[in-house]
């Protein structure tokens, strides 16, 4: 299973709204997680089960889809927000993740 | 808390082999899987394998067949992974995360695999 990540690259100010989308070539059920990942660090878990947002998660992440296609939004982007964001499937193996989008904060 | 541990960094010249340790802590071992993702530098994240503490059983990515190889000490609760035939483009940061029912909620902290002669 591919997973596509648009946009690869996004670059927002303070307070935006800001959407990723994730599409996949064959459905994977519920089976969709997105993690942070900021540089020389180990991705963190944000949302589970497209939609569960992960403890100590601030609310101004959320998720949402279904069958193959899914979206990762922040409501109101803060400047500690500056990361990559990768989606990842769980439906089948391998676990293969989407290709990134980095968010830069202008 | 949980915590997954990893080894030091390594260095190693292409053909060689390396092997990463992951030691958990602060959970039941046996009671969650273990997989293994690799980032090369400037990358993305790529899944490798996952073994199941419990029993032992593993699945590899077809990309790392007979080249990867997963093991468990249920003794010391640590997982290792073994990576043969080293070539520079192995060259990576690798990670251990532990499997939540449907999602990585645990990372090990990361050990940078640097292949060169």
């Known amino acids: 299973i591919q997973l596509t990540q648009s946009p690869s690259f996004l670059s927002a100010s303070v307070g935006d709204r800001v959407t990723i989308t994730c599409r996949a070539s064959?459905?994977?059920?519920?089976?969709l997680a997105w993690y942070q990942q900021k540089p020389g660090k180990a991705p963190r878990l944000l949302i589970k089960?497209?939609?569960t947002l992960q403890s100590g998660v601030p609310s101004t992440f959320s998720g949402s889809g279904s069958g193959t296609e899914f979206t990762l939004t922040i409501s109101s982007l803060q400047p500690e927000d500056s990361a990559t964001y990768y989606c990842?499937?769980?439906?089948?193996?391998?676990?293969?993740f989407g290709q990134g989008t980095k968010l830069e904060i202008k | 808390q949980v915590q997954l541990v990893q080894s030091g960094a390594e260095v190693k010249k292409p053909g060689a082999s390396v092997k990463v340790s992951c030691k958990t802590s602060?959970?039941?071992?046996?009671?969650?899987?273990i997989h293994w993702v690799r980032q090369a530098p400037g990358q993305g994240l790529e899944w490798m394998a996952m073994?199941?503490?419990?029993?032992?059983?593993?699945t590899y990515a077809q990309k790392f067949q007979g080249r990867v190889t997963l093991t468990r000490d249920t003794s010391t609760a640590t997982v290792h992974m073994e990576l043969s035939g080293l070539r520079s483009d192995d060259t990576a940061l690798y990670f251990c995360?532990?499997?939540?029912?449907?999602?990585?909620?645990?990372w090990g902290q990361g050990t940078m695999v640097t292949v060169s002669s």
């Open positions: 995360a532990r499997e939540h029912g449907g999602d990585f909620d645990i």
């Open positions: 602060g959970y039941t071992f046996t009671s969650y899987y």
């Open positions: 073994i199941k503490p419990s029993g032992a059983s593993t």
């Open positions: 064959q459905g994977i059920n519920s089976f």
């Open positions: 089960g497209i939609s």
């Open positions: 990842q499937q769980l439906n089948t193996y391998p676990y293969n």
